[in-house]
């Protein structure tokens, strides 16, 4: 069955703590994306990566960190450097970075109190 | 900066209209446009992909318009069902300098009642 998994669905957290959410797919694809949904707003790109071991900041990057050391996982790290880090994080994955469909995950629905 | 904005933001309509949710946009120079629908606290399904040089997109009841120079894409429901009550999403991917990103629009809430 193939697809993309993000676990864990809910994720509660003290404020000052890090917190790694994680993202599998067996798709094969090279491209993978994190995004954040706040209510009311477009879903905004955290960080992308087109490749093992290279990755891109996207338009929100500050407070978030990642890493891309095998093809099939891009797991995301929120820092306590992350002021408003209370979202829904949503990973994506495409054959490439060009005119490619993405495809989503279920989504992790983070709050921290 | 590309900027995407759907219209209307949310619709409420008995079972069996057509509908057309429209998806505006500012930078015509994009590669492609996708539609997606999100149920409430569930990540986003693909419906429609148009690439830039396509007018227009089938799936069953979905079709989909891109009409580049004026920076709209339109996405028509046939026949609507309770089932397809949701939140539609437009991005496109591409304007100046975004080669390689999507850029969402924030939502046309859909109700399709009995």
């Known amino acids: 069955d193939g697809g993309i998994t993000q676990s864990p669905k809910y994720l509660f957290r003290k404020e000052g703590q890090n917190v790694t959410l994680s993202c599998e797919q067996n798709?094969?694809?090279?491209?993978m994306y994190w995004y954040r949904q706040d209510p009311g707003q477009g879903l905004r790109l955290i960080y992308y990566?087109?490749?093992?071991?290279?990755?891109q900041k996207g338009d929100i990057a500050e407070g978030y960190s990642v890493s891309r050391e095998k093809k099939e996982s891009f797991p995301l790290t929120v820092t306590s450097a992350q002021k408003n880090p209370t979202a829904f994080y949503l990973c994506?994955?495409?054959?490439?970075?060009?005119?490619?469909?993405?495809?989503f995950g279920p989504g992790t629905r983070l709050t921290v109190t | 900066k590309q900027e995407v904005t759907q219209i209307p933001a949310a619709l409420s309509v008995p079972e069996g209209e057509n509908l057309v949710l429209n998806c505006i946009f500012t930078?015509?120079?994009?590669?492609?446009l996708q539609w997606f629908r999100q149920d409430p606290g569930k990540g986003l399904t693909s419906l429609l992909l148009?690439?830039?040089?396509?007018r227009e997109q089938t799936s069953g009841r979905l079709n989909a318009s891109l009409d580049k120079s004026s920076g709209r894409s339109t996405l028509y429901i046939a026949a609507s069902q309770p089932g397809d009550s949701a939140t539609y999403l437009c991005?496109?991917?591409?304007?100046?300098?975004?080669?390689?990103?999507?850029?969402f629009g924030t939502g046309t809430r859909l109700q399709v009642t009995l």
């Open positions: 930078d015509s120079a994009i590669y492609n």
């Open positions: 990566s087109q490749i093992v071991n290279d990755f």
């Open positions: 148009i690439q830039s040089s396509q």
């Open positions: 798709l094969n694809h090279d491209a």
């Open positions: 994506a994955s495409s054959p490439g970075l060009g005119a490619y469909e993405q495809y």
């Open positions: 991005a496109v991917r591409g304007g100046s300098g975004t080669a390689s990103k999507l850029t």
